[in-house]
């Protein structure tokens, strides 16, 4: 591990389901953050392909280690040098017709360093009529998976994944430092819950906390909710992307040393009782 600072981003884009386009704009921003001078970069849920009915997902779902999804994470993750968090992309799983959704780490050799498949499913109906049934096209993963990448060691979840608390005590118990929820929120539980869900999480964690959301409306006529965040792991905002507000991204410095100390001063995760 180099210097006590880490230097992270979060891109927030709108994705549609033409992955071609997405890799694209997906590039333009993750050369931008590297630009900055990021070292770690995440990208939100969905980034590649965010269908216009769920079922689409399967006709995009790629084998484990190759396609056109996992090359230009692999790539772009070389040329730039950086750690690179493929947000989430549908991979084919142990099932003929439901895939996964896999979130991918990669190091700044361009190889992939984890592979997290999204635990919890959003299977839920919102007020108003709109409603989401994932399991139907996607299988859970069952592995809790934390990545050793240059910048720390990694907590990997996925969106829906945030309400789900314990899922973020097994990635600490795992020794996370950073916690990861790339996401595409929507807009109306994003409203009510989202920024408290993300800094819930880290405070009650001690972590930092990249969460990379899609923000904006889709071709699939959803709105999601955006506000990609970087949070400390006192529960301060580092940076943030505006609500709904389109393509972006939000760049920090993560001070570990100042996680150090305050687990120190406040070790409250030496106080559990089970
Ligand atoms: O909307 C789309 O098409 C893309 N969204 C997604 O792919 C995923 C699974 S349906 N969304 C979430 O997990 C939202 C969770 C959430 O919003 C919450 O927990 O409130």
Same mark, same amino acid.
């Given at each position: =591990? ?10 927030? =884009? ?53 396609? $056109? ?55 839920? @109906?919102?007020?108003?009529?709109e409603g989401y049934r994932e399991s139907a096209t996607f299988a859970p993963g069952d ?42 929120? /929507?807009? /109306? ?19 930092? =906390? ?31 992307? $505006? ?5 972006? =991204? ?6 570990? @040393? ?8 406040? $070790? ?7």
């Amino acid at each position: =591990m180099g210097s006590d600072r880490v230097r992270a981003a979060v891109i927030q =884009m709108v994705s549609s389901d033409i992955v071609p386009d997405n890799l694209r704009d997906a590039g333009a921003w993750v050369d931008a953050a590297a630009g900055d001078g990021a070292e770690l970069v995440v990208l939100p849920e969905n980034f590649a392909f965010l269908g216009r009915h769920e079922r689409a997902a399967l006709e995009v779902g790629e084998p484990d280690g190759a396609g $056109p999804i996992q090359d230009f994470l692999a790539t772009t993750a070389q040329r730039l040098g950086i750690t690179l968090v493929g947000g989430s992309l549908p991979m084919q799983g142990d099932e003929p017709d439901r895939v996964r959704s896999a979130c991918l780490v990669y190091g700044p050799d361009g190889r992939r360093i984890a592979r997290y498949d999204k635990r919890h499913l959003f299977d839920v @109906s919102l007020p108003g009529g709109e409603g989401y049934r994932e399991s139907a096209t996607f299988a859970p993963g069952d592995e809790i998976v934390v990545a050793d990448t240059p910048a720390g060691r990694l907590g990997v979840s996925i969106c829906y994944d945030l309400r789900f608390p314990e899922h973020y005590r097994a990635l600490v118990d795992a020794g996370a430092e950073i916690l990861l929820a790339p996401s595409a929120f /929507t807009a /109306t539980t994003g409203a009510a819950h989202w920024a408290v869900l993300v800094r819930a999480r880290a405070v009650e964690n001690l972590c930092f =906390m990249l969460a990379a959301d899609q923000g904006g409306l889709h071709a699939n006529d959803r709105r999601t909710h955006g506000e990609s965040l970087i949070i400390d792991p006192w529960g301060e905002r580092l940076a943030a992307c $505006p609500v709904g507000g389109g393509p972006g =991204m939000a760049v920090a410095d993560l001070d570990r @040393s100042q996680q150090v100390a305050l687990r120190q001063r406040l $070790p409250a995760l030496g106080h559990r009782r089970g």
